[in-house]
């Protein structure tokens, strides 16, 4: 008896659909988020996360709706973000029915903006995401959907992230999201003996073995992925199946 | 039956209230004492920090009535901090009183593990417990917590393990209290909710 590994999708938006690209460039359609989202909630999805990747102002609107449209399918927990910049824009997520607020960038330009989360939320529902990119021996912050760099060592901001008051780290691997080349575990493990919180590993996800390895080398706490299970190429009921049998304690569906 | 729901300005009420209404449950939010006193069933969510929900009770005026339906027998159900401030009080603000209605301290988990306590974990049950009824004995429920009531209490029905035992579900005559989110739950969630709601109707 012990704390389940936990399986998360994504859903990368553009405030109303699910968009897909590699890199963090290159985006196509890949279908309605309330039909994913409802097929992750049955297929035993452990959580879901709904990112805002556009997160342009006036489109705000649309994403709050599509956020409140998703929370009605769920009955797991849902984190979203994307442009959440001030607490007012945390608060408008989680009206909407988000357990959990993502941020990024604006956290990496005013760490302040973490603890107002945390003070206000918890920091149970406070998820700092970390896009990180490997630069010589270390791993640099990027910020700005991964295409500029902070000039920030990624260890030293998840500490400092989670002594801002973040509950849990999304950290995704720049190099290898999108590339289908399995997770970052040199990157994961770094960053789960940094923190005292969970981390959930994104980036690189394929096949089933990605997600022993970084469960078991990367000590992640929670693996991420978006195309493999939007596509159908892997079934979530599947995977855990086969994490059961490599004895990677997981929840499995009734 | 109508489940009265003590809106004090936490995010997980709309969720709590989704979860019942899918179960055709009737439910209303309040924060109105008069509401409490009169209810028929009162469910109490709660997120965040021990030190809101405690302060909004007293600056709300709804810790006395809370307390009088209770002890009238108002089946009670607390979720994650609606189960801490059962309690006498907390680690997390160790200067607020909680309503101790069940004796013993809220501590906060070790530090040795990873906190917050975030995700699915499993229950160990100690005794027979209606809300769990029909429920299998290792299904998983959704945890997001760092502070705890300790398993030691007398009332705790199931334990769950994280860096140190901890009450995941107690019961007392008409007060049900749960450390885990049932409406985040899946299935298991679902079915426990229900359980509630036969108790109480």
Known sequence: MSLAHRIIPCLDTDGARVVKGVNFVGLRDAGDPVALASRYNKEGADELVVLDIAASRDRRPTFLETIRRVAAELSIPLTAGGGIRTLEDGRAVVRAGADKVTVNTAAVERPKLISELSREFGAQAVVLAIDAKRSGGHWDVMVRGGRESANRDAIEWAKSGVAFGAGEILLTSVDRDGTQAGFDTELTAAISKAVSVPVIASGGAKLPEHFVQIFKEGDADAALAASIFHDGAQPIRTLKEFLAAKSVEVRLPC | ?201
Request: include cysteine; charged fraction near 15%.
């Open chain 2, 1 to 201: 039956m109508k489940v009265t729901i003590i809106d004090y300005g936490a995010g997980n009420v709309p969720s709590v209230e989704r979860a019942l209404h899918r179960l055709g449950a009737v439910t209303q939010r309040t924060n109105s004492p008069d509401e409490i006193v009169n209810a028929e069933a009162l469910l109490l969510p709660g997120v965040g920090h021990y030190a809101a929900l405690v302060r909004a009770l007293d600056e709300q005026y709804m810790r006395e009535p809370l307390i009088a339906a209770i002890h009238g027998g108002v089946p009670f159900l607390g979720i994650c901090l609606g189960l801490q401030v059962l309690f006498e009080s907390s680690a997390e603000s160790p200067q607020l009183r909680g309503l101790s209605l069940l004796p013993g301290k809220v501590c906060a988990l070790p530090s040795t593990v990873k906190l917050p306590h975030m995700g699915w974990n499993q229950l160990l049950a100690n005794r027979e417990s209606p809300l769990l009824a029909g429920i299998p004995s290792n299904a998983y429920f959704y945890f997001a917590h760092s502070f705890a009531a300790p398993e030691s209490n007398g009332t705790t029905t199931a334990t769950c393990f994280h860096g140190a035992p901890f009450a995941a579900i107690v019961e007392n005559h008409n007060i049900y209290g749960v450390q885990f989110h049932p409406e985040k739950s899946g299935d298991s969630g679902a079915r426990l909710l229900q359980n509630f709601l036969r108790i109480a109707a």
